[in-house]
């Protein structure tokens, strides 16, 4: 490589807009979409950048990769597949908070290797949620665990995060401006970062396991329990309620004194747990109505501590079953749950009774509770008249609970799913994603084409609306990445990079191992992630270590590939979209996140160099 390049105008154009990009993302003065849109525009009118391909970042395929990954994930929480996911690790951990933590960190980290590592991370943040309201372990122990593993498991496809996504296109727009003689740098496939993923996923669960869960128990040291305690939870609602416990499936049998009586009957019997479904023939209900007939091989669902469910079936010959086999879809936390409502002063229900107003029959909805005054009435509420400034505590499908809130009667204070969740779609969802994962192993199609395949049946097959799939698209992420792409074109084509890789080549010793030239890629690369997107930094550094390899006599690809996993290696900084969004609900100091994250950073780094030296 020529390392005696002139610095032209254009070198310092693109150095110049390099510069600016790192200020405004340091400093947000300005938008990092708008700063995107600026460095577009002034790429195009400087003639940087052909104005036939400054949009080009648009179509490309890193964009649509991450459009298609949304919109898989947004199918996949439509279905409450991950609620379904925090009652599978509920169970299989068996009450062993290690064992949970682990299993849950294992899993957040392989889900994060075919969705965007945010959209993971959206998803976990309800399931850490109700791990905390069912077990001792707190938001703070659960959730950097569970970001370390999604971030480690983005390496383990060339889809698991942004900068993995943009890579294959900033190593073909470098196919263009590499010197003559040189040999063309392959795409990468779908998994071939797959070693490099599977050691970094190992070593975070292995160091949560051996220390970091250690000094997160450390960190919390006088906090109490409640500081990490989600709002709205389980523990929440049998604190303030005395309601908790888990649902049972109970079935009628033949000798059972309650053939024949109405669901009305069935409560007011001594000791009765909350009654919250029955299931009779095709007719399945939540919230049934008062007046419903129980008969022989109905099922009921019942909703009380285990104790209390287990006496009750006993004496009223029930076959009790922990296992939703029949109502799983009803009590589907993404479908129904409970919530808190407020009757307003205008409310038309003043003054009536909830069996008056028929609130199961004609709203779907069960009241469990009445907060008035700070006296929780539980015993007879259905006959209680309702008064302005009454708390309700409810159980409802959370379509039933939307309509109901839409008439204005009562105010709902819980933040609950506000569209259609369809957990009957879930066999369909988990089956269009196997099959487009397969795809994506054994065919040649591009990625961003099979995963839009994927998308397609969701679509077609009613999982998602397209309605719903626009809403589910981050349209400000979209719009940063395809803005700021033509910089790393013109870095490359202005020979910026080249000017950079050479003039470094020339300040360094004689005889450097290229070992070395990788771990300072790597930190560098780590740096530009804390001050600046991930995003932001893998479009400055891949053009940069592209020509510094070429310069040392190193691999291209591996020096890239540094690069792409690097530049999400910042487990310390809210400028990581995932980090940023564990922090709030955990309340993590920016101490803890340097004394827990900042040792791990340093091991990310350490694995990513070795494993690919080991690779190429």
């Known amino acids: ?26 400093f947000e003065r300005i938008r990092a979409d708008v700063v995107a849109l600026v460095v577009m525009v002034v790429l195009g009118v400087t003639g940087l950048i052909a104005p036939e391909e400054i949009f080009g970042g648009f179509s490309g395929n890193a964009v649509m990769s991450i459009i298609a990954t949304t919109i898989l994930g947004a199918g996949l929480d439509r279905t409450g597949a991950l609620n379904r996911l925090a009652g599978w690790l509920l169970r299989r951990s068996h009450g062993v908070e290690k064992r949970l933590l682990l299993l849950t960190t294992a899993t957040a980290g392989l889900n994060s290797s075919f969705m965007q590592n945010p959209s993971v991370m959206a998803l976990y943040l309800p399931v850490a949620s109700r791990l905390a309201s069912r077990t001792t372990l707190t938001l703070k122990r659960l959730l950097l665990p569970i970001s370390a593993a999604i971030v480690m498991g983005g390496a383990l496809t060339m889809v698991g995060n942004s900068p993995l996504i943009l890579l294959n296109d900033l190593l073909m727009s470098a196919n263009n401006n590499l010197p003559s003689g040189t040999a063309t740098i392959e795409p990468l496939r779908m998994f071939a970062p797959l070693p490099i993923g599977v050691a970094l996923v190992i070593a975070s669960l292995a160091y949560f396991h051996f220390y970091g869960s250690r000094k997160l128990r450390e960190e919390e040291g006088g906090e109490g329990d409640d500081a990490q305690a989600p709002a709205r939870t389980e523990s929440y609602f049998a604190k303030a309620y005395g309601i908790e416990g888990d649902v049972f499936e109970l079935l009628v049998t033949a000798e059972s004194p309650l053939v024949g009586m109405t669901v009305s009957d069935a409560e007011n019997l001594f000791d009765a747990p909350l009654l919250l479904a029955l299931k009779t023939g095709d007719d399945t209900r939540l919230a049934p109505p008062a007046d419903m007939r129980i008969w022989v091989g109905s099922v009921i669902g019942a909703m009380g501590p285990r104790q209390q469910v287990s006496d009750f079936a006993q004496n009223q010959f029930l076959r009790m079953s922990s296992r939703l086999k029949q109502l799983g879809d009803l009590f589907n936390p993404a479908r129904a749950g409970i919530s808190e409502a407020v009757v307003p002063p205008t409310s038309r229900v003043i003054g009536k009774t909830a069996g008056e107003l028929r609130l199961r029959k004609e709203r779907g909805i069960s009241l469990l509770a009445i907060n008035r005054d700070k006296q929780v009435i539980r015993e007879d509420v259905r006959n ?10 409810f159980h409802s499908i959370w379509q039933d609970l939307a309509t109901a809130a839409g008439s204005r009667d009562f105010v709902v204070v819980t933040d609950y799913p506000k569209g259609e969740q369809r957990p009957h779609k879930f066999k369909i969802a988990m089956a269009i994603f196997a099959i487009t994962i397969i795809i994506a192993l054994t065919s040649h199609l591009p990625v961003a084409l099979t995963l839009l395949m994927g998308v397609a049946g969701m679509l077609l097959t009613g999982v998602l609306r397209m309605d719903e799939a626009y809403a589910a698209i981050n349209w400000k992420t ?34 450097i191992p290229v070992w070395a030239l990788e771990l300072a890629l790597a930190l560098l690369t780590t740096a530009f992630s804390l001050v600046i997107s991930h995003v932001g930094a893998t479009i400055v ?67 990513v160099v070795v494993m690919i030296n080991l690779m190429f």
């Open 1 to 26: 490589m020529d390392t005696a390049l002139t610095l032209t105008t254009d070198m310092k154009l693109v150095l110049g807009l390099v510069g600016f990009t790192m200020a405004m993302f340091l």
């Open 384 to 393: 209680t008249p309702l008064r302005a400034g009454d708390m309700l505590v």
């Open 478 to 511: 979209i719009f940063m990445m395809a803005g700021l792409i033509p910089l790393g074109w013109a870095m490359d084509s202005s020979g910026a990079a080249a000017w950079i890789a050479g003039h470094t080549i020339d300040k360094l010793p004689t005889g």
């Open 541 to 607: 550094m891949v053009p940069i270590a592209v020509n510094l390899a070429l310069a040392a006599g190193g691999n291209p690809t591996a020096f890239a590939l540094i690069v792409a996993l690097s530049a999400s290696n910042n487990l310390m900084t809210a400028s990581n979209p995932v980090i940023s969004m564990a922090m709030g609900p955990a309340k993590y100091t920016p101490r803890e996140m340097w004394r827990v994250g900042g040792p791990l950073s340093l091991l990310y780094t350490i694995i």
